[in-house]
Nanobody, 119 residues
Framework: QVQLVESGGGLVQAGGSLRLSCAAS????????MGWYRQPPGKQRELVAQ???????SYADSMKGRFTISRDNPKNTVFLQMNSLKPEDTAVYYC?????????????WGQGTQVTVSS
């Protein structure tokens, strides 16, 4: 099993910044992808950014240039630096870890951390 513990959410004014952290523990494979998803109020969960253990990144278009994902592989920790925050960035942000064996895919989620951006 894998456990993900997020931190760093909170309340910030529009234009401000926050940094989210997520530490993974448990049975973690060397090849994996860690990332962040978010779920705004009344909407579906959506991808924010993802980074593989090899360093490949992907971002949702609306976050490009404002959000930066990074990892500390030895510590199995992923970060999300969020700058120029907007009220529409208000959401619960979830950490995610994906890894696979030859015949099975595993997908793990953190408990979520609230980010609220005031106008």
């Amino acid at each position: 099993q894998v456990q993900l513990v997020e931190s760093g959410g909170g309340l910030v004014q529009a234009g401000g910044s926050l940094r989210l952290s997520c530490a993974a523990s448990g049975r973690i494979f060397s090849l994996n992808a860690m990332g962040w998803y978010r779920q705004p109020p009344g909407k579906q969960r959506e991808l924010v950014a993802q980074m593989s253990s090899g360093g490949t990144t992907s971002y949702a278009d609306s976050m490009k240039g404002r959000f930066t994902i990074s990892r500390d592989n030895p510590k199995n920790t992923v970060f999300l630096q969020m700058n120029s925050l907007k009220p529409e960035d208000t959401a619960v942000y979830y950490c995610n870890l994906e890894q696979s064996t030859w015949n099975q895919r595993y997908n793990y989620w953190g408990q979520g951390t609230q980010v609220t951006v005031s106008s």
